[in-house]
T-cell receptor, first 112, second 117 residues
Framework: AQKITQTQPGMFVQEKEAVTLDCTYD???????LFWYKQPSSGEMIFLIYQGSYDQQNATEGRYSLNFQKARKSANLVISASQLGDSAMYFC?????????FGAGTRLTVKP | DTGVSQDPRHKITKRGQNVTFRCDPI?????LYWYRQTLGQGPEFLTYFQNEAQLEKSRLLSDRFSAERPKGSFSTLEIQRTEQGDSAMYLCASSPGLAGGPRETQYFGPGTRLLVL
């Protein structure tokens, strides 16, 4: 079965520093998508960034970039210039034609 | 442009009662998804629709759970004979329906938090 692993239950970062949140996945499907979502304490899931399995370039969206290493089956999220408002739960997710799987999440705390 | 909406936002019910939640997707989105999220976990995929067709329902947690999308617009998720273990956040999401299945970016609603006493 497909599996998404986020090995960091919690991470701390100093404001204005960069931070990397880890995500690995296990699949034999050739076609899939990888996603990162942010969930603040209010509960809504906010889409951050998407990477398709056939995309050659790593995805970037503003301060977010996805470090996609297909052979290693990893899709780490890099947040540059952290802000206090970045403090939240971050979920990595994998989807194919019939399934969607989320990791257990990483709680990021940005320290002033 | 409005996002995904869900109603109610909170529901408290007694064990054994039936509950129904509603989700209104982004208007031009063909796909609609339901998830359950328990405390400290990531969302758990339950089912999804392409227009009015339910394309994946094997992940529904038991036969007490059912979902409909009768006209391909809003959807309802019903839980019959609720149990305390059903207490969770129920999330709805939608996507345009341009790529295959859940493989495209989904946009989530605010969720319905269910508490079964």
């Amino acid at each position: 079965a497909q599996k998404i692993t986020q090995t960091q239950p919690g991470m701390f970062v100093q404001e204005k520093e960069a931070v990397t949140l880890d995500c690995t996945y296990d699949t034999s499907d050739p076609s899939y998508g990888l996603f990162w979502y942010k969930q603040p304490s209010s509960g809504e899931m906010i889409f951050l960034i998407y990477q398709g399995s056939y995309d050659q370039q790593n995805a970037t969206e503003g301060r977010y970039s996805l470090n996609f290493q297909k052979a290693r089956k990893s899709a780490n999220l890099v947040i540059s210039a952290s802000q206090l408002g970045d403090s939240a739960m971050y979920f990595c997710a994998w989807g194919d034609n019939n399934d969607m799987r989320f990791g257990a999440g990483t709680r990021l705390t940005v320290k002033p | 442009d409005t996002g995904v909406s869900q109603d109610p936002r909170h529901k408290i019910t007694k064990r054994g009662q039936n509950v129904t939640f509603r989700c209104d997707p982004i208007s031009e989105h063909n796909r609609l998804y339901w998830y359950r999220q328990t405390l400290g976990q990531g969302p758990e995929f339950l089912t999804y629709f392409q227009n009015e067709a339910q394309l994946e329902k094997s992940r529904l947690l038991s036969d007490r759970f059912s979902a409909e999308r009768p006209k391909g617009s809003f959807s309802t998720l019903e839980i019959q004979r609720t149990e305390q273990g059903d207490s969770a956040m129920y999330l709805c999401a939608s996507s345009p329906g341009l790529a295959g299945g859940p493989r495209e970016t989904q946009y989530f609603g605010p969720g319905t938090r269910l508490l079964v006493l």
